[in-house]
T-cell receptor, first 113, second 114 residues
Framework: DQQVKQNSPSLSVQEGRISILNCDYTNSMFDYFLWYKKYPAEGPTFLISISSIKDKNEDGRFTVFLNKSAKHLSLHIVPSQPGDSAVYFCAASAITGFQKLVFGTGTRLLVSP | DTAVSQTPKYLVTQMGNDKSIKCEQNLGHDTMYWYKQDSKKFLKIMFSYNNKELIINETVPNRFSPKSPDKAHLNLHINSLELGDSAVYFC?????????????FGPGTRLLVL
């Protein structure tokens, strides 16, 4: 049972444009959502997060939007840079879940010059 | 300085062998985790320890035994390795055990069982 889904395995964007990565979840107990970025042969690196009491969180070029009614979140990267090319994982945790992160399968982003 | 380190980075071994993967964090965190990323790229939690106490133990075969000698270390011992154990194993840590705490990941250990 996949509680966190990233339905797009890959996304290609041109440098300078907006990248939008999507994530859907099924468990209404999730109260915290995170995006991690992963380069090949490295571990995931925390990028940005959002609590369920908010619907938007911004950090520089990265913005995460949360739509609780649709159980959907998205990560916007503006402007996209070639160095953003990586696999992006969406993750969620529930306050009752002992900080157990449930990950999506990732979306590979390729930003071309 | 590496925050979360794992050894070895690569491990190739035969079926039936016993092997260990070590993890150390120098962040002063209380909580450590083991995750497994399988061939389908699912990244799934296996165990978590808080102050050396086992908190999360997902449905993992008992051939896998984590050991935490102190707060900075969480090792993973695997007995009687099977082909299906081939995966990338990531260690992670967080300051405390609470929802929303950022987890910091190690570089992963790529295990191949032949």
């Amino acid at each position: 049972d996949q509680q966190v889904k990233q339905n797009s395995p890959s996304l290609s964007v041109q440098e300078g444009r907006i990248s939008i990565l999507n994530c859907d979840y099924t468990n209404s107990m999730f109260d915290y959502f995170l995006w991690y970025k992963k380069y090949p042969a490295e571990g995931p690196t925390f990028l940005i997060s959002i609590s369920s009491i908010k619907d938007k969180n911004e950090d520089g070029r990265f913005t995460v939007f949360l739509n609780k009614s649709a159980k959907h979140l998205s990560l916007h990267i503006v402007p996209s840079q070639p160095g953003d090319s990586a696999v992006y994982f969406c993750a969620a945790s529930a306050i009752t879940g002992f900080q157990k992160l449930v990950f999506g399968t990732g979306t590979r982003l390729l930003v071309s010059p | 300085d590496t925050a979360v380190s794992q050894t070895p980075k690569y491990l190739v071994t035969q079926m039936g062998n016993d092997k260990s993967i070590k993890c150390e964090q120098n962040l002063g965190h209380d909580t450590m985790y083991w995750y497994k990323q399988d061939s389908k790229k699912f990244l799934k939690i296996m165990f978590s320890y808080n102050n050396k106490e086992l908190i999360i133990n997902e449905t993992v075969p008992n051939r896998f035994s984590p050991k935490s000698p102190d707060k900075a270390h969480l090792n993973l011992h695997i007995n009687s390795l099977e082909l299906g154990d081939s995966a990338v194993y990531f260690c992670a840590s967080s300051q405390v055990l609470a929802s929303g705490e950022t987890q910091y990941f190690g570089p992963g250990t790529r295990l191949l069982v032949l």
